[in-house]
Nanobody, 117 residues
Framework: QVQLVESGGGLVQAGGSLRLSCAAS????????AGWFRQAPGKEREFVASISWSGVRTYAADSVKGRFAISRDNAKNTVYLQISSLKPEDTAVYYC??????????WGQGTQVTVSS
């Protein structure tokens, strides 16, 4: 089992930055692919970024490439999402997730990011 707890969300002005953290518990986390997703009001949850278990490979949605960066520290069982050049359309609840197979099985409770214009 893996438990995930996100933190670092908040209210920020457009153009600002935040670093989201996802603290994990469970022995298998370091073997998991980790990802960040977000869900804006009235919209479906969407993929933001993912990172391989080793941290070598990362992927990001086109909408956030160049502005968001995912990283992990397996020694700390933590995944990060550095978000910069924030836009009002980035306002959403951001979720951390992890998977050992092809499906994300573990989810956090989410952290709210609100970007004011």
């Amino acid at each position: 089992q893996v438990q995930l707890v996100e933190s670092g969300g908040g209210l920020v002005q457009a153009g600002g930055s935040l670093r989201l953290s996802c603290a994990a518990s469970g022995r298998t986390f370091s073997s998991c692919v980790a990802g960040w997703f977000r869900q804006a009001p009235g919209k479906e949850r969407e993929f933001v970024a993912s990172i391989s278990w080793s941290g070598v490979r990362t992927y990001a949605a086109d909408s956030v490439k160049g502005r968001f960066a995912i990283s992990r520290d397996n020694a700390k069982n933590t995944v990060y999402l550095q978000i910069s050049s924030l836009k009002p359309e980035d306002t959403a609840v951001y979720y951390c997730a992890a998977r050992l197979t092809t499906t994300y099985s573990y989810w956090g409770q989410g952290t709210q990011v609100t970007v004011s214009s």
